[in-house]
Each structure stands twice: as C-alpha cells, then as structure tokens.
C-alpha cells in the first residue's frame, strides 16, 4: 500500500515539473505517461504526443546507451531532448523547446561576427591610412616645393614615400598569408629541430640585443603532428614579441621550456618584460590589435590560425607587471 501511495506521489510530482517528460515502453514504444507540460508543447492528447515523440525515437537512431541526448525537429520547433532507459523495460524522454534559445545563440553569433568585421574594417583603415596621408603629405610637399629643395631634402622626402609604401605591402603580405593557413600539411614533425632551428635564426639578434635565451626539455618524445614551416613561423612570432618587450630591461631574458602532458606537447615561450595588463590580455589574439608602436596587430592573429589549422592552440598568461608567457599546446605523437 505504501509503495503505490509513493508512485502517485512521484507521479503528481512529475505532473507538475516544467520539463516535459513522456515515458514509453521500450519494446513496443507505447507511451505510458505524459506529464502536462508535454501535452503543452505538443497541443494535444497522448495520441498525439506519442506520434511526435515516435519521430524523435526515430530520429536518435534507435540506440539505447545509458543516456541519449539530441535535437530534433517537430512541428517546425527544435527540441532538445534526453532519453533515459530503464531497469523495467521503459524509456523516460525529457522535452525542450529551445528553438527561441537556439535563435538567440545565432543572433548572438552575428552580432560577434558583425563586430569583428567592423574590427578588421577598422584595423585596415587605421593601417592603411596611416602611411597613405604620409605618402599623400610628401607628394604635396614636393610637388609644391621641390623647385626650391635640394637634393638631399628631395632624397629624403622619396625615402619617407618608400618607407610608407614598405609599411603597406608588409601588411598585405600579411593579409595574404592568412588566405594560404588553411593549405597547410599536417605531418609527423620533430619539436626539437623546429626550436634548435629558431633558435640558430635568432642567435645573431640574441647577441646584439644582449638577450640572454635558456632552452629546457622536459620530454624525450618531441615529435607532434603539425607543418614545420607553420610552427616554425609561430615561433619566430612570439620570440620577436618577446625580444621587443625586452627593450630596456635588466636582465632581459627569453625562455623556452618543452615539457608534455598526455597527449599533448607543450611549448612555453616567456620573457622577463614588462607584462601585458589584464584588459590587453584578452584582445592580443584580435586581428589588428596592438600594444606596440608601430605594430600592425596582426602577428599574434596569425599566430592563433596557423595553430587553430594544425589542431593546436595558444594561451597568454601575465600578471601585468613581470613577464608574460605563450603556451603553444600541440598534439603529440603516441609514445612507442
């Protein structure tokens, strides 16, 4: 007696909750139970709903794991939806209706990719207006005074003109490399040579600079599935960021450490700089985006697509005031 009295009170207490629930005989798909909030969303009786409910057990394929979630159409709505089979032979369906959540996610993707567009449209016109007034400033200047200038006044207008035009096309080639990131080839690469390799590019700056660099391994295993140019150009990105924020610093010193965490090969590039703020932090992988004079805001973009192409990723970490590290996260190579 006192275990029906427990199942009318379930049964009242499911009748009541704002989640649709429909429960149906696994074998034969009789629906058994269906609370009011399903009547609701299907706006009609139990026939009804075991039609619509029909369509979703078709849709999720007919397999059974301890739980199956999905989404299906019905009634020109999205719902979402849990399956959960039981010990007795039933299957309890629990009902969404997250059409009006799925229309919001959408908005909320374009308005995102709206802003980014206006992003890079702004990036491009701050970039590229920049050296066209100077270009468009000099031309004036010669064109009204180049009767009463000397040659090397002339010389030195014509080389302000060149340097201009030398800023526009590094950004276009730039521009361009991020049209050729999705050709990359994904191969089996060694970590070690990419690094060993970098580092023999930079040892000449390292010297000038008196940039002190240490190299750690912390991995035996350094091979990981990537394209070495790619990788090699990400590394050649975040050692010149960090070498620039070493500008006047004692000490100034890069580190590289190599280490692995599962299947994962990390690379940390860090530098013993100033920092990056908090607020700046969360912008520096945004297209045109900068902290440096004179930057284009566009190497550190890149950076985050040659890796995002080669199933790799990046974080920067900071505390504002001492340092900042780059964590390039890529995957490795199985232990054999």
């Known amino acids: 007696m006192q275990r029906n009295e427990e199942q009318v009170h379930y049964q009242k207490v ?3 909750l704002d989640v649709a629930i429909v429960a149906v005989v696994a074998s034969s798909r009789e629906v058994v139970f269906v609370n009011k909030k399903a009547l609701e969303m299907f706006g009609g009786d139990q026939e009804t709903v075991a039609s619509r409910v029909s369509k979703i057990l078709s849709e999720s394929g007919g397999a059974l794991p301890p739980e199956t979630g999905g989404e299906a159409q019905v009634d020109g709505r999205l719902l979402g939806y849990t399956i959960y089979p039981m010990d007795d032979g039933e299957m309890w369906i629990l009902l969404k209706d997250i059409t009006e959540k799925r229309r919001l996610r959408r908005l909320a993707d374009t308005m995102t990719l709206m ?4 992003s890079v449209f702004a990036g491009l016109l701050h970039e590229l207006g ?8 000099a031309i004036t200047l010669l064109r009204r005074d180049m009767s009463r200038m000397s040659p090397d006044a002339i010389n030195e207008f014509l080389d302000r003109i060149l ?9 276009l080639r730039t521009m361009r490399a991020f049209n050729t990131v999705d050709d990359i080839q994904i191969e089996v690469i060694d970590v070690r040579q990419v690094v060993e390799t970098v580092h023999r590019i930079f040892h000449p700056t390292f010297s000038m600079r008196g940039v002190h660099i240490t190299v750690r391994w912390h991995e035996q295993n350094t091979r990981v599935y990537a394209n070495q140019i790619a990788l090699q150009q990400v590394l050649i990105n975040l050692i010149t960021n960090a070498i620039d924020a070493l500008e006047g ?6 580190q590289i450490i190599v280490y692995r965490q599962d299947d994962t090969l990390f690379v940390e590039v860090s530098d013993n700089g100033p920092g990056i703020a908090k607020e700046a932090l969360e912008q520096i992988f945004l297209p045109f985006y900068t902290t440096k004079s004179g930057g284009t805001g566009l190497g550190l973009a890149l950076v985050k697509k040659l890796l995002a192409s080669m199933g790799a990723s990046i974080t920067a970490t900071s505390d504002g005031h001492h340092g900042t590290m780059m964590t390039v996260a890529l995957p490795a190579v199985e232990n054999t």
């Open 115 to 118: 802003q980014s567009i206006e």
């Open 163 to 171: 340097n201009e035009v030398g800023r526009m096309e590094s950004l």
């Open 249 to 254: 610093q004692l000490n100034p010193t890069v």
């Open 130 to 137: 920049n050296p066209l007034n100077g270009i468009k400033t």
């Open 14 to 16: 499911l009748e009541e």
